[in-house]
């Protein structure tokens, strides 16, 4: 039996056999408490800072600067893969994660008032995934043997991403109705990724013992640093007869990303013992393949695309409601190679009629779908004002309802049999429906908002992302993977946010012209 033929099969069969992506969902994370709340349906009608993420053009209807702080303090995702290691053996990962959604602040240069400059920093994704399962069992793993052996497997995957955005966004007000603005942002990606699987099979042939065993790993860490650009009409104006309603309008364009920086650190091995065919009563035969592949690589080169987007919003304000649409078209990203691997790894021992080296053992693939996500959010402020300590407040209630849908192309999920090359697995392969609800208070200097937005995975049946309790010899030691599981997936988040708006005492608004 060829090596490849072996390296082959583990590559498409330890946990899942789908791409590796930080962020196989572009609408999980929103920025602003109140926009949180509308669901991010914000394209047209966005007047805060967080328009440099949504609609640069949207900075310039911003009449006071403001310094703003929003963040998700508590989230927590819980997610369970009935049968996704095999038959009654789930896989779970319950995780708590605090962090900010973004911070930033907006400058008003007072000699030019049509010009308007806002920069800050906001997490555009974060995942933080742990999954292990074990099966220990007497079974008949070589089928063509009389009695059984004992059986021991243990699978882990740990998934680890982390993206930030740092950057500045300008605008102009052309009009009275109309503005333009335009946002350039460098992105920060840090990726973790780790999978193990460790089996044994204890067995006896004539009154003789051995084991085999396959035990595979694959690590490796994405340092990856892209320019995104990204620019923005908007447009307002009062109904005609309708003196109290405004229409919005909002269109953006997200260029594709450019590398600027990136390396990476990737480890990977592969080490069969007495695995064959084991369909003869030999143990020669049963022992025809024993092998050990490993390689690593601390300077890898690395190419971590972004994808480009088409956006639009509507929007409908009155003096007590508000009605919000906004959709996003991204672009399909096409198979490429998130990881080269041009190294030669070589194989021991090496056994005859295959190759002496192993090329692109340890590159790892990526595509991205072309899809569309939708949001609606709706306010209803409250006519009735709290007074407090001789001050007025205004409040309203938010809701809002989105798609999140995921990115991966399964037109793009098989590894092509070229060189041993591999896709990594996919840990997120659901879509998403989003639903938030909560309120807004809203003084003269500054706003409080804070409210819930849950996550609801939805798929339908998937493969099995690897199947110890019904393993074979022939499958070294892995069971056929089958279409049985069960995503059941939920994501909880608490959003608060914090909004200071400058008066025109304060100093920033006498800062000289840039």
């Known amino acids: 039996m060829h090596l490849q033929k072996i390296v082959c099969f583990l590559l498409l069969t330890i946990f899942f056999n789908s791409e590796c992506r930080s962020q196989n969902h572009y609408w999980s994370q929103q920025y602003g408490a109140e926009n949180t709340l509308l669901s991010g349906a914000v394209i047209a009608g966005v007047r805060d800072n967080s328009a440099m993420y949504y609609n640069p053009a949207g900075l310039g209807f911003i009449d006071v600067p403001k310094i703003s702080v929003s963040a998700t303090a508590y989230g927590v995702d819980l997610v369970n893969l009935k049968n996704g290691a095999g038959t009654n053996l789930d896989l779970k990962s319950n995780k708590l994660v605090i962090y900010p959604q973004i911070a930033s602040g907006s400058l008003v240069i007072k000699k030019k008032p049509k010009f308007k400059m806002v920069y ?3 997490i555009r994704y974060r995942t933080a995934l742990h999954f292990e399962q074990q099966n220990t069992m007497t079974y008949k793993v070589f089928k063509a043997l009389p009695t059984e052996g004992f059986y021991d497997a243990r699978v882990e995957y740990d998934f680890n991403s982390t993206g930030n955005w740092l950057g500045a966004a ?3 007000r052309i ?16 990726l ?3 999978q193990s699987l460790n089996i044994t099979s204890d067995n006896k042939l004539r009154n003789m013992y051995f084991v085999a065993s396959n035990n595979s790993n694959l690590n490796f860490i994405i340092n990856n640093i892209n320019a995104i650009e990204k620019i923005g009409f908007s447009y307002e104006k009062k109904v005609k007869n309708k003196d109290s309603l405004t229409f919005k309008f909002g269109l953006t364009v997200t260029m594709p990303s450019i590398k600027i920086f990136s390396k990476s650190k990737v480890y990977q091995s592969i080490e069969l013992n007495n695995l064959g065919d084991g369909t003869v009563l030999s143990l020669d035969t049963i022992k025809s393949v024993s092998s050990i592949l490993n390689n690593s690589n601390s300077n890898i080169k690395t190419n971590y695309k972004e994808a480009a987007a088409i956006g639009l919003g509507m929007e409908f304000e009155g003096k ?6 906004a959709a996003e078209y991204f672009i399909a990203v096409k198979e490429y190679n998130l990881i080269k691997d041009n190294s030669l790894t070589v194989k021991r021992p090496v056994i005859s009629n295959s190759p002496e080296y192993i090329t692109d053992f340890m590159t ?4 991205n779908n072309h899809i569309v996500n939708v949001a609606i959010g709706a306010e209803y402020k409250f006519p009735d004002k709290i007074k407090k300590n001789d001050r007025v407040i205004s409040w309203s209630i ?4 989105r798609t999140d849908f995921n990115n991966h192309d399964i037109r793009y999920k098989k590894v092509k049999e070229v060189k041993g090359s591999q896709e990594a697995f996919n840990p ?3 879509r998403y429906l989003h639903f938030s609800l909560g309120a807004s208070f809203d003084r003269k200097t500054d706003k409080l908002s804070f409210g819930i937005d849950y996550g609801l995975g939805i798929t339908n049946r998937t493969l099995q992302a690897v199947n110890i309790t019904e393993p074979d010899a022939q499958n070294y030691l892995l069971g056929i993977r089958q279409n049985t599981v069960i995503p059941k997936i939920h994501s909880i988040s608490l959003v608060m946010g914090y909004t200071y708006k400058f008066n025109k005492t304060d100093k920033i608004m006498n800062m000289r012209p840039l």
């Open 120 to 122: 800050g920093t906001l």
């Open 170 to 172: 300008f605008a102009y």
């Open 175 to 190: 009009n009275e109705h109309c503005a333009i603005g335009y946002s350039q942002f460098f992105s920060y990606l840090n």
């Open 192 to 194: 973790q990724y780790r």
């Open 320 to 325: 007590k409601f508000r009605v919000c649409f």
């Open 364 to 367: 790892v693939r990526q595509s």
């Open 398 to 401: 938010l809701a809002g309802a």
């Open 428 to 430: 997120d392969n659901w």
